[in-house]
């Protein structure tokens, strides 16, 4: 009896685990958008404000996003940079920034005690609703984030990032890192950070995600006090389409080094394409799922040409990108690269076996639970449901949409999207050819 009860007591709490969040959402009077999940578990909360503000805005200023992010907690009001981190570290709460190539996120955790937690998020607001940005932060920061540029101008793999997405996306908002360039960076003003937060850190151009131990009326609370004195604004435009690959084929650089780093791929899905899941679930198969994966199979196990590689989806706003890395000794990418290609164009034909499939499900699904476990985890999918305005129910139901795709469901997907003609490589290395 004992150990039934156990047992039954074992199966409800892996119930209460696997449970997705209830998710509540509101659009504020301003027109900000807010999600919220309480978690009453620990007297903490997450505050993370997303804006349409990322690398994609640059417009003909690589690098304006990022260096605006960087330098928005290097003064608000009449505080400094030092007098804002003191505020946060007396608190005990942690505050960050940070850009992407979507979105520009800036961040807050904090305990929910009220004298703690007003005094955290009316920093927080200054910091949105009055950043100073003051000359010298200005040119130290800009400094920062040239010498860290130089640092990845003499990294292979940094390289063929590069010149994979130039080639990949052309002229396109996408077509660079969020670090910038050179001559971007070189060419920006404090002017021209001032104008780009006064354009795009706006309340209608804002999502707001919390998670935490509060009732719904005090998340309300919250979000009113973090962005409700922001300017309204307007909403960033919408981004141009990604136009398909015009100059398909491969681009080799020379580098002094025993290694060649291969980047490949081709332009991949948007954030919430139908057909999303049948690609992420087949990529688990054929290179997301570390050593066992088709590609490490092929090129590590069978034929020693790499120590690792894998494949990604990475769906933005628009269409992201289809990746596949590897590193190889100088002498045999090409041999590796062959070996990939013929890899890739393999599953496109067949697919994954339904064993393969079967034991790509249990991967995924046994794991996700771990991956929404923490607040800060939460909080981090629940922006990026706002962001890209996914289903409420996406966490509840990711499970059973990874249960229900099927093999013919891959490969009609990697038919659709992947094609072995309308693809990029960059080869960075010692022996690549000119």
Not at 78 to 102: K, P, S, V, W
Not at 411 to 421: G, T, V, W, Y
Request: proline share 5%; charged share 20%; aromatic share 8%.
């Amino acid at each position: 009896m004992f150990r039934s009860l156990a047992i039954l007591l074992l199966w409800s709490i892996a119930a209460i685990s696997l449970a997705a969040p209830d998710i509540q959402h509101w659009t504020m009077v301003n027109g900000a958008r807010v999600y919220f999940i309480q978690a009453k578990e620990l007297p903490m909360v997450d505050v993370r404000v997303v804006f349409d503000a990322g690398a994609a805005r640059d417009g003909n200023q690589p690098g304006l996003a990022q260096l605006s992010s960087a330098l928005l907690p290097e003064g608000a009001g009449e505080l400094d940079a030092d007098a804002i981190a003191e505020r946060f570290d007396n608190l005990g709460a942690q505050f960050g920034t940070q850009a992407e190539r979507d979105m520009a996120v800036v961040s807050l955790r904090s305990l929910t005690e009220s004298k703690i937690l007003q005094s955290a998020l009316e920093t927080m607001a200054l910091v949105l609703r009055q950043p100073t940005m003051p000359v010298a932060a200005f040119e130290r920061v800009r400094k920062r984030m040239e010498t860290a540029l130089q640092r990845q101008l003499q990294s292979p793999s940094s390289l063929a990032s590069r010149a994979f997405y130039r080639r990949l996306y052309g002229d396109s908002p996408y077509g660079h890192l969020p670090l910038g360039t050179q001559e971007g960076l070189a060419s920006l003003t404090r002017k021209d950070v001032l104008a780009f937060h006064r354009r795009y850190y706006v309340a209608s151009n804002a999502v707001v995600a919390i998670v935490g131990a509060l009732e719904r009326s005090q998340a309300e609370q919250v979000a009113e006090q973090v962005i409700g004195d922001l300017p309204i604004g307007k909403p960033a435009p919408a981004l141009p389409p990604v136009l398909n690959i015009s100059k398909p084929g491969v681009e080799a650089i020379r580098y002094p080094s025993s290694q060649t780093t291969i980047i490949s791929g081709t332009i991949g899905v948007r954030r919430g394409a139908s057909d999303y899941f049948p690609l992420y679930v087949g990529n688990h198969v054929l290179g997301g799922s570390g050593l066992v994966s088709q590609i490490s199979v092929e090129l590590r196990e069978k034929r020693g040409l790499t120590y690792s590689a894998n494949s990604y989806f990475s769906p933005m706003r628009r269409r992201g990108p289809y990746v596949m890395a590897l590193q190889t000794r100088n002498e045999q990418a090409e041999e590796a690269l062959k070996v990939l290609r013929e890899t890739l164009r393999d599953f496109i034909a067949e697919g994954p076996s339904e064993e393969e499939l079967r034991l790509a499900k249990q991967n995924i699904t046994g794991g996700f639970p771990l991956r929404i476990d923490s607040n800060g985890e939460k909080v981090q999918y629940l922006a990026m449901i706002g962001f890209y305005q996914l289903p409420l129910d996406y966490l509840e139901t990711f499970i059973s949409q990874v249960e229900a795709v099927t093999v013919a469901q891959i490969r009609e997907a990697f038919q659709k999207r992947i094609d072995l003609d309308k693809m990029v490589t960059v080869m960075v290395g010692g022996a690549t050819k000119e």
